[in-house]
């Protein structure tokens, strides 16, 4: 006989939805614990993280391994071995050496940097009791997306770019988040600012400061070109936006900021190769410059240039607007309501020296009534999809190549991007036929162990061996959905009825028939 158990409640409703907003989806129990704790209550610890208080994350973290393999070429052996993430907190010096194009280095191992960062992405998105601050890094990553699929020089860099620039500033202030992802090398590479130099500035760098991490294109004046008086604003010294002049002047400000890769410096000199960030007074371009309707003097102290030009785009009104835009379009809906962003933008700018200025516009956003009104609105991307189903699941996981692989061809090129727009946050990205193929086979293979990331036995929490498809999705579909609708609809999608017994394997795709579910698939 079958084991019949009685339907599980379904969870809060309120706490559900944010959970799957502000969270990489809840656990089970966590919805009802946020209900009795509170939103605000939540948020108070959620937006000041002790790092001391998450020790499952660093536990798994510390003892997670990859495998490496690859055949022997040209001046080094064929390995096939099990690693732990050992380049997450390794200085960048000691990862800089696989950026080096002349040594005969297997092409795995120059892309390990990034394979690692993206199995500490998914560890700490599943097991992180920080939820909020990784749904912000993963957000911020793809403000200021790098490509470290492409180059073996940003795979080098990458977990520096995510330990030492991204999170310590993801909830914290935008001006030094800014400022450290200027002087990244994971950044400084990507957009060739490494190469800038007086005399041949390389503006990509500047024009996507302006258009992508700062004001938006909505503030680019295209059609004045050069004619920055006519920029309103502009001639009581408060430009409104920027146009290609602005770009110019500003790669002008950041020549000299470079990394330590062994470029020469004239006769014998080298910089040495570390990797780390430099600036070299000799590359820099002195003389006087106008940005954003701003005189520059000539000859300022080191650096202070480019820190001028990070001033006045972290604090100019149209950024605020561009990232609080971007913000409530991640946490909220595609097109979020305008009053929303308008509001989120006046705290922006308004906390712009607090080192919280991050954490307290997160906040107006997530105890907004649009939220609430706005369940359900967003399309889940790979990322979220895998970890929530984890979340929901208690799968014990550990990341492998194979989910990693999965991932990438799920669309959502952890680190690995091309363009530096990041990836689209609307649902029409999302939905195409080739992505929802990929989705479904990212839950199910997720479910039924395709890469071996860990089993799911979906009997075990409603008894054990021998149970009934309609005890299966009393207990799972709530957990999921956050609701029992819908139960008889995917029994006999299945093709069983409410009381066939069920073997494991079964009970497995009935539960992961319950995530592809619209209901699961958004937040």
């Given at each position: 006989?079958?084991?019949?158990?009685?339907?599980?409640?379904?969870?809060?409703?309120?706490?559900?939805?944010?959970?799957?907003?502000?969270?990489?989806?809840?656990?089970?129990?966590?919805?009802?614990?946020?209900?009795?704790?509170?939103?605000?209550?939540?948020?108070?610890?959620?937006?000041?993280?002790?790092?001391?208080?998450?020790?499952?994350?660093?536990?798994?973290?510390?003892a997670?391994?990859?495998?490496?393999?690859?055949?022997?070429?040209?001046?080094?052996?064929?390995?096939?071995?099990?690693?732990?993430?050992g380049?997450?907190a390794?200085?960048?010096?000691?990862?800089?050496?696989?950026?080096?194009?002349?040594?005969?280095?297997?092409?795995?191992?120059?892309?390990?940097?990034?394979?690692?960062?993206?199995?500490?992405?998914?560890?700490?998105?599943?097991?992180?009791?920080w939820?909020?601050?990784?749904?912000?890094?993963?957000?911020?990553?793809?403000?200021?997306?790098?490509?470290?699929?492409g180059?073996?020089?940003?795979a080098?860099?990458?977990?520096?770019?995510?330990?030492?620039?991204?999170?310590?500033?993801?909830?914290?202030?935008?001006?030094?988040?800014?400022?450290?992802?200027?002087?990244?090398?994971?950044?400084?590479?990507?957009?060739n600012?490494?190469?800038?130099?007086?005399?041949?500035?390389?503006?990509?760098?500047?024009?996507?400061?302006?258009?992508?991490?700062g004001?938006?294109?909505?503030a680019?004046?295209?059609?004045l070109?050069?004619?920055?008086?006519?920029?309103?604003?502009?001639?009581?010294?408060?430009?409104a936006?920027?146009?290609?002049?602005?770009?110019?002047?500003?790669?002008?400000a950041?020549?000299?900021?470079?990394?330590?890769?062994?470029?020469?410096?004239?006769?014998?000199?080298?910089?040495?190769?570390?990797?780390?960030?430099?600036?070299?007074?000799?590359?820099?371009?002195?003389?006087?410059?106008?940005?954003?309707?701003?005189?520059?003097?000539?000859?300022?102290?080191?650096?202070?240039?480019?820190?001028?030009?990070?001033?006045?785009?972290?604090?100019?009104?149209?950024?605020?607007?561009?990232?609080?835009?971007?913000?409530?379009?991640?946490?909220?809906?595609?097109?979020?309501?305008?009053?929303?962003?308008?509001a989120?933008?006046?705290?922006?700018i308004?906390?712009?020296?607090?080192?919280?200025q991050?954490?307290?516009?997160?906040?107006?956003?997530?105890?907004?009534?649009d939220?609430?009104?706005?369940?359900?609105?967003?399309?889940?991307?790979?990322?979220?999809?895998?970890?929530?189903?984890?979340?929901?699941?208690?799968?014990?996981?550990?990341?492998?190549?194979?989910?990693?692989?999965?991932?990438?061809?799920?669309?959502?090129?952890?680190?690995?991007?091309?363009?530096?727009?990041g990836?689209?946050?609307?649902?029409d990205?999302?939905?195409?036929?080739?992505?929802?193929?990929?989705?479904?086979?990212?839950?199910?293979?997720?479910?039924?162990?395709?890469?071996?990331?860990?089993?799911f036995?979906?009997?075990?929490?409603?008894?054990?061996?021998?149970?009934?498809?309609?005890?299966?999705l009393?207990?799972?579909?709530?957990?999921?959905?956050?609701?029992?609708?819908?139960?008889?609809?995917?029994?006999?999608?299945?093709?069983?009825?409410p009381?066939?017994?069920?073997?494991?394997?079964?009970?497995?795709?009935?539960?992961?028939?319950?995530?592809?579910?619209?209901?699961?698939?958004?937040?």
């Open positions: 006989m079958p084991v019949a158990t009685a339907p599980t409640a379904p969870p809060p409703a309120a706490a559900w939805a944010q959970l799957n907003r502000l969270a990489f989806g809840p656990r089970a129990g966590e919805a009802e614990l946020m209900h009795r704790q509170g939103l605000a209550a939540w948020l108070d610890q959620q937006l000041k993280p002790d790092e001391a208080a998450d020790g499952e994350s660093r536990k798994r973290l510390a997670a391994t990859l495998r490496i393999r690859y055949p022997a070429g040209d001046q080094y052996p064929a390995v096939d071995e099990t690693r732990p993430l380049t997450l390794a200085p960048i010096e000691q990862v800089w050496p696989l950026a080096d194009g002349k040594r005969p280095i297997a092409g795995a191992e120059r892309q390990r940097p990034r394979q690692e960062v993206m199995a500490a992405t998914l560890i700490r998105a599943v097991y992180s009791r939820q909020l601050r990784e749904v912000l890094v993963d957000f911020w990553h793809n403000h200021f997306n790098v490509n470290a699929a180059d073996q020089s940003v080098a860099a990458l977990p520096s770019f995510d330990r030492d620039a991204i999170r310590p500033h993801a909830l914290g202030n935008f001006r030094q988040l800014l400022g450290a992802v200027a002087k990244s090398p994971a950044m400084l590479v990507y957009l600012n490494r190469s800038s130099r007086a005399g041949n500035a390389n503006e990509n760098y500047a024009r996507e400061l302006f258009e992508l991490h004001l938006g294109r909505a680019y004046f295209n059609d070109y050069s004619r920055w008086r006519d920029v309103p604003g502009a001639a009581d010294g408060h430009a936006g920027y146009i290609d002049g602005d770009v110019y002047e500003a790669a002008r950041f020549t000299g900021w470079s990394i330590e890769d062994g470029a020469g410096l004239g006769g014998e000199l080298r910089l040495p190769m570390t990797g780390r960030f430099v600036y070299v007074e000799a590359w820099h371009d002195n003389y006087q410059k106008r940005v954003l309707a701003s005189e520059f003097d000539p000859f300022q102290p080191a650096m202070a240039d480019g820190e001028r030009v990070l001033d006045l785009v972290a604090f100019h009104p149209a950024t605020a607007r561009h990232v609080a835009t971007k913000l409530c379009q991640r946490l909220v809906a595609d097109a979020p309501p305008p009053g929303l962003v308008q989120a933008a006046d705290r922006f308004k906390l712009r020296d607090r080192p919280d991050i954490a307290q516009t997160v906040r107006l956003i997530a105890t907004s009534p939220i609430a009104r706005g369940a359900g609105a967003k399309v889940k991307r790979p990322l979220e999809l895998v970890a929530s189903f984890m979340r929901a699941s208690g799968i014990d996981f550990q990341p492998t190549l194979g989910l990693l692989g999965e991932l990438d061809g799920s669309g959502q090129r952890l680190f690995g991007w091309g363009p530096p727009t990836h689209p946050d609307t649902a990205y999302w939905t195409s036929t080739s992505a929802m193929r990929r989705r479904w086979s990212l839950v199910l293979g997720t479910a039924e162990n395709w890469w071996s990331t860990g089993v036995d979906p009997t075990h929490a409603v008894g054990g061996g021998e149970v009934a498809a309609a005890s299966v009393g207990y799972w579909l709530p957990l999921l959905t956050g609701t029992h609708e819908g139960a008889e609809d995917l029994a006999a999608a299945m093709g069983v009825e009381m066939t017994v069920l073997a494991t394997d079964q009970a497995r795709r009935l539960v992961a028939l319950a995530a592809l579910s619209p209901r699961f698939q958004r937040r």
